[in-house]
């Protein structure tokens, strides 16, 4: 007898069914995207309303980002404890609230800390959604689906790039006030839409909820048009209560789980999202220090997230194709190399555009797979815990960098040798991914029994 997760995993796609979480949960993520992307279009705006100094100005995206470290591990234990759901809503109206809050901050201060607390809110987005999303997904997709949601970050990168770019005729050093309520409305309806996603029926299914599951089961069995057969759950250990103690608990248990494979998470996560992160947020300030006026900076920092579309969907068909670690072991690093071409060509006209553009399409290959494969290397009762403190540790590591690189890099090494350095990380990375985690393509989402023999495992799926 099949159980209940075999039988939500073999359903049909449904647009109306699956695809309706799929956007739902996308377009949180969209939001994810839009406050990062938001920071670089920030920082020289509020540095120049409060004239901060760079290690000032670098604090307007650090103070973000750690508040999304910070919200990843607590909202990804929540989600793992309490339920997708109830973390799925919460999360975006938290972020909606302090961002508001932060466009009617009185002084720089006090805007540090309204980013941080928007940060922790919409931290747990990522981990929420793509948990979610793929204990909904058909297992023969999922690769695709997770890797297809990652469309939503250039989608929402791309949008704050446009407002922003629309917003600079406005007169008046208070611009950076109007960009920030510009997403406040969008983002509470969002809020309200997410109340009507069911219930994780494999969440239901571990917190020992069997009658909730099988009514969420039975509901997509009807919709998506399929027989009805029978099915049964496996017996599960009584759920542990959340606390403080329970996030460490988490902690311990994605390490026992493996060590290898966290330490591949964690380490593609750092390296991957920093190299991104580092140009996102510094980007139109580089651009501006070039000589380009706000709309041509800001307009070159769009044309980065936006080609990044086409790169997002070209990498959900390629992870299907061959497998997660091939895409992002050549993307990774390929994409580090155009980034440092950028650097060495900024005095040749729009030659370095054209390379901003290639490293916008490659980073997009790399990082939706990235995610799609880091959320299938943990089981359910950890999935997105796992994720959460792998996104934390790289947010952590980001949050810190706009300040490194803002105040200590650049001005040191340089723009060639300081995106070279990164690049570098990048590669340790991927050779530590290709002994130290397995191929994930096609495989059960529970059916991780040969972690530790990665090598073996990869070889078995040819």
């Known amino acids: 007898m099949k159980t209940g997760e075999q039988i939500v995993q073999g359903l049909p796609w449904r647009w109306n069914v699956q695809g309706r979480i799929f956007i739902i949960g996308g377009l949180g993520y969209m939001f994810d995207a839009w406050d990062v992307v938001l920071n670089g279009f920030l920082t020289p705006l509020v540095g120049d ?19 999304m470290a910070v919200g990843a591990v607590v909202w990804g234990t929540v989600a793992d404890k309490m ?25 720089y201060e006090v805007f540090i800390a309204l980013r941080f607390l928007a940060g922790f809110g919409l931290g747990g987005c990522i981990p929420v959604d793509y948990a979610i999303v793929s204990e909904f997904s058909p297992s023969k997709l999922r690769g695709r689906v997770l890797a297809a949601m990652d469309v939503w970050w250039p989608i929402g990168g791309t949008v704050c790039g446009l407002v922003a770019t629309a917003l600079v005729p406005i007169d008046g050093d208070e611009r950076w006030r109007w960009m920030l309520m510009f997403m406040v409305l969008p983002a509470l309806l969002l809020f309200w839409v997410r109340r009507g996603v069911p219930e994780s029926p494999m969440f239901l299914a571990k917190a020992g909820r069997e009658a909730e599951a099988r009514q969420v089961i039975d509901t997509l069995v009807t919709n998506t048009g399929v027989t009805p057969e029978p099915y049964e759950f496996a017996p599960q250990p009584p759920a542990e209560k959340m606390s403080v103690k329970a996030a460490f608990t988490q902690l311990r248990d994605i390490w026992r789980f493996s060590p290898r494979i966290t330490a591949t998470a964690w380490l593609l ?39 990044g579309i086409i790169g997002v969907l070209t990498s959900a068909w390629l992870c299907e194709a061959y497998g997660r670690k091939w895409v992002i072991g050549l993307s990774g690093p390929i994409a580090a190399v155009a980034l440092v071409l950028f650097a060495m060509m900024l005095d040749v006209g729009n030659v370095a555009l054209i390379w901003l553009a290639v490293f916008g399409f490659l980073i997009q290959l790399t990082i939706p797979v990235l995610y799609a494969y880091v959320s299938e290397l943990y089981p359910t ?22 300040l490194l690189f ?4 650049w001005p040191v090494f340089g723009l060639p040798l300081t995106f070279a350095i990164s690049g570098i990380a990048v590669l340790v990375a991927v050779l530590w991914m290709i002994v130290g985690a397995p191929e994930t393509k096609g495989r059960e989402l529970d059916g991780m029994d040969e972690i530790e023999t990665p090598l073996v495992v990869v070889k078995s799926n040819g």
């Open 83 to 107: 339920g997708r759901k109830k973390a799925f809503s919460i999360t975006m109206l938290i972020f909606a609230l302090f961002s508001v809050l932060g466009a009617f901050s009185p002084s």
């Open 269 to 307: 996560f750092v390296t991957i999202m920093l190299l991104y992160y580092a140009a996102l947020t510094w980007m139109p300030t580089i651009l501006r220090e070039q000589g380009y006026g706000d709309q041509a900076a800001f307009a070159g920092t769009t044309l980065m997230t936006g080609v």
């Open 49 to 67: 309303f409060w004239n901060l100094s760079t290690p000032e100005r670098s604090l307007v995206a650090t103070a973000n980002l750690i508040g």
């Open 381 to 402: 009762e950890i999935r997105a815990s796992g994720f959460g403190w792998a996104s934390s540790v790289s947010r952590v590591a980001t949050g810190f960098a706009p």
């Open 406 to 409: 803002g105040s200590l890099l």
